[in-house]
């Protein structure tokens, strides 16, 4: 999904700083730890939390000498949200992840917590040069804290498909929608859109930007392949993990689901195969869509309201397409 | 060993502050996530970081408006050595940890990620609150990358018998004894000691009883019994971990040890006992005992060099005390 950003030559050049700067600071003088570091720099997707925190500072017109310290704050994004994925890959003992090896499958799970640890501190750095005496390292540290309070309590909903819908979007909101949010907040502060109006605008558009993507990559878990997706589908279910396209088909015909889920950590595949089937046919996934389509619509609607020009139209087009994807 | 400090009262009574600030940040409103934080919060050993951190600060003699921020820094270094404890033990397998059961024992290795996480952001959010603007932000950073790189480095070297003495120093000074010396310059610091030259003599302090005690864990693993140390004694050597008395011992009689060692992680009880009473046959645990007397030996000479007082003596006596300890 990096072909995302070709259609944005300027976002994609600054997005190579962002990998350059990365492979620079993920180093070691234990040939053995570089080899680890430099899968975990590699170990990149879509680089959407960058990339929008770059679209954001452009809005803002900033001038070039600040452009080493907007890459140094676009690559804190990149690593904080790389950490998670490697802790969140112990938990979920994933074998891929954007059709690559994951470090835990490659090095273990007593490697993966390290290498995770070693990216926390990297983040912390890059935020320490760039916001040392600023309101927004809290603001950071803030935003780490409700990403993880939207990990835990999604844990310990575990198995709960009674659980109401308000839960499961407080949990996203936390897990993925927090740091959407603080990529665009920073871009509109450090590019120079930093009225207090402007930033707290942009704070929401990341937070709908982000809820909306989480609900999307939950329904590709019931209506994608493996192939497509480069990532084992339905895992979650087995897991535990019930995301909004089942929560929404199981207020539908609760019982039919029970009788499934019941079995709860020794469902089946072909048991999965069918709750899956239930969660089309009492059309969890088009439900779960509208509800995307909403926060997309309101973060369209926001983002009419920012300065306009080639950044916002920029914006506006890739906030669409994010609804688009199949991968 | 909270016993440590019942002679120091002073430092026993702020100890009980940072315990109560520590129970007060662990909270959730989540039930279950709350009994996981409340048993992070418990999991108190020694107290010999922020204990540390007390006493160096005393020897400033801050005034009483300096309290709470004294209390929130040698909080954040329990916090910090907590998070490393709990991924230490995920990585380790732990069940019992100061004659506790481990997080990751009673809660599994997921959640254990996770907790160890927040307990990262906690930390720092506890030093964007003292330290924001301040160059220390920088050497706590710079203090977590050495602790991971230590802890990295101990696994890359794991199953070599041959590994240079050096190397196992370089890595104890990262994975504990960085952490001593943060606590001794901070305590320096932020009490008031704060002339240049007054905060490297207290790190260097640090960094000495930090590798003292290091090396006399490593010893009571080879000298203790399960019941004393209440906790599972010699699991290092069949996980690899090879410390300071098997490598001097090794040193003396190297192919006695590598008929034994080359089974690996398939190495049996009664084999790892024989390595046991190798490395004492072989006096690895007298001589490390004499390494760690040198180290500790210099401190207490770079002590006599503090501004003499009531805190500089009670500092003298801990540390005699620290290569005294049979648990």
New interface residues.
């Given amino acids: 999904m990096l072909d995302l950003w070709k259609h944005y030559p300027q976002i994609a050049k600054q997005l190579n700083d962002v990998r350059s700067l990365m492979h620079q600071l993920l180093s070691?003088n234990?040939q053995?730890?570089q080899a680890?570091l430099n899968d975990c720099a590699q170990q990149q997707g879509k680089m959407l939390r960058p990339g929008l925190f770059l679209l954001f500072a452009q809005l803002g017109q900033p001038d070039k000498r600040q452009t080493e310290k907007l890459t140094k704050i676009a690559t804190s994004l990149e690593i904080l949200h790389q950490a998670t994925l490697i802790?969140d890959d112990?938990?979920d003992d994933s074998p891929l992840r954007h059709g690559t090896i994951t470090i835990q499958a490659k090095y273990g799970?007593?490697?993966a917590?390290?290498?995770?640890?070693?990216l926390?501190?990297?983040f912390?750095?890059l935020l320490?040069?760039t916001m040392?005496?600023t309101p927004y390292?809290?603001i950071n540290?803030?935003t780490?804290?409700h990403l993880?309070?939207g990990?835990?309590?999604q844990?310990?909903a575990r198995f709960q498909q009674q659980q109401p819908i308000s839960n499961y979007l407080a949990n996203i909101k936390g897990k993925t929608a927090a740091l959407f949010r603080l990529a665009c907040m920073e871009g509109a502060y450090f590019g120079g859109l930093n009225q207090p109006k402007m930033v707290a605008l942009a704070a929401q558009i990341g937070e709908n930007i982000g809820i909306s993507f989480q609900i999307y990559d939950d329904i590709l878990d019931y209506s994608s392949s493996t192939v497509t997706l480069k990532k084992p589908v339905l895992e979650d279910v087995a897991q535990g993990v019930y995301t909004l396209p089942l929560l929404l088909a199981y207020q539908q015909h609760p019982a039919e689901f029970d009788q499934l889920l019941a079995k709860k950590r020794q469902i089946s595949k072909s048991e999965i195969q069918l709750v899956s089937q239930l969660v089309k046919k009492y059309h969890g996934v088009k439900q779960a869509k509208q509800l995307a389509l909403n926060y997309t619509h309101q973060a369209i609607q926001q983002i009419n309201q920012l300065p306009s020009g080639k950044a916002a139209e920029e914006l506006q087009q890739l906030t669409k397409k994010l609804l688009k994807r199949t991968f």
């Fill in positions: 070691s234990n053995a730890i680890l802790h112990i938990i799970k007593d490697t917590v390290y290498a995770g640890d070693l926390f501190t990297i912390f750095e320490i040069e040392n005496g390292l809290k540290s803030d780490m804290r993880l309070h990990e835990l309590n844990m310990a």
